[in-house]
């Protein structure tokens, strides 16, 4: 019993520093960087500064009651929401930008990122244990996880970031069902993938069926 106890402990203290490491390794590089708060820089650019920034100030105004849930004047000269809604607004995360006014919303954007890359590898650690007992060595895998070329290329996607966070979940949770075990894992977290974002959440669930 005591060597279990210890064993949890240590991959428990693993799991935690590879939540943490993630996050000072954002904030470190935020740093150096002089990204918001610590510059004038922002990682708001492409797609993220015409469209998306403009997408998710509306679900912040819509959620404090300001806009129509269902029916924006503002698009081409009036259409439904709920479309727009369901794929770049539905993550959790983006409740947090209920805490920032319009004017900090670069802030907000790198919060939203720096905690998705955190859950990255801290599930990533939680793959890991499941196959192996972590060790110290095991954070120079969930580190480069959270900071992958697919980070690099589409951090400024945050609703893409979702399918990349829960990746480690949803072939944890298919590893189970193949030795046998109950499904619910896979089932939650390809759920949740896909109700955050059907795009990325389905190239999810078909890279992990390709592997098998």
């Known amino acids: 019993m005591g060597v279990k106890l210890e064993k949890r402990s240590k991959n428990t203290m693993i799991m935690a520093l590879s939540f943490v490491c993630t996050m000072l390794m954002c904030l470190i590089l935020a740093v150096l960087a002089g990204l918001a708060p610590f510059g004038d820089n922002t990682l708001v650019i492409s797609d993220s500064a015409s469209q998306y920034t403009s997408f998710w100030s509306y679900l912040r105004a819509m959620l404090k009651g300001e806009q129509d849930p269902f029916y924006a004047l503002e698009m081409t000269?009036?259409?439904?929401v709920v479309g727009l809604i369901g794929y770049y607004c539905i993550s959790p995360f983006n409740l947090l930008f209920l805490l920032f006014p319009v004017s900090k919303m670069?802030?907000?954007?790198?919060l939203i990122l720096?905690?998705?890359?955190?859950?990255?590898?801290?599930f990533m650690s939680l793959f890991f244990k499941n196959s192996h007992e972590l060790s110290i060595k095991s954070l120079i895998f969930t580190t480069a996880y959270a900071f992958c070329g697919y980070i690099l290329?589409?951090?400024?996607?945050?609703?893409?970031?979702?399918?990349?966070?829960?990746?480690?979940?949803?072939?944890l949770g298919l590893k189970q069902i193949s030795n046998g075990k109950k499904p619910w894992l896979y089932i939650f977290s390809l759920g949740v993938a896909i109700?955050?974002?059907?795009?990325?959440?389905?190239c999810s669930a078909y890279s992990q069926f390709s592997i098998l």
């Not at 670069?106 to 790198?110: D, K, R, V």
């Open 77 to 80: 000269m009036g259409n439904n």
């Open 106 to 110: 670069p802030l907000a954007i790198h």
């Open 114 to 122: 720096m905690l998705k890359l955190c859950f990255g590898s801290l």
């Open 153 to 171: 290329s589409y951090s400024w996607c945050l609703m893409w970031l979702d399918g990349f966070m829960l990746l480690p979940l949803i072939a």
């Open 195 to 202: 109700i955050c974002n059907y795009y990325t959440g389905l």
